[in-house]
């Protein structure tokens, strides 16, 4: 039997998240994930990885600005 892995794509995630495509390689660099173009695939962990840390950094980025 064969199991397929759902994957996303760097832009598809981009879109859903309203962020840049460099946001989402520039946080795949400093999360170790190997992403390097709009069409480089992601994992669900590497995708929620990534949605973690972007909120993460927005929650800190809505704190320092009021």
Known sequence: MIFKVAKLRVKELAKALN???A???ATCTILKIPAS???SSLS???SKEII???QKTNIKENFYDE
Do not use: G
């Open 44 to 46: 669900v962990k590497q």
């Open 23 to 25: 946001e989402i390689i």
């Open 19 to 21: 962020v840049d495509i």
């Open 37 to 39: 173009s709009p069409l």
């Open 52 to 54: 973690d840390f972007i």
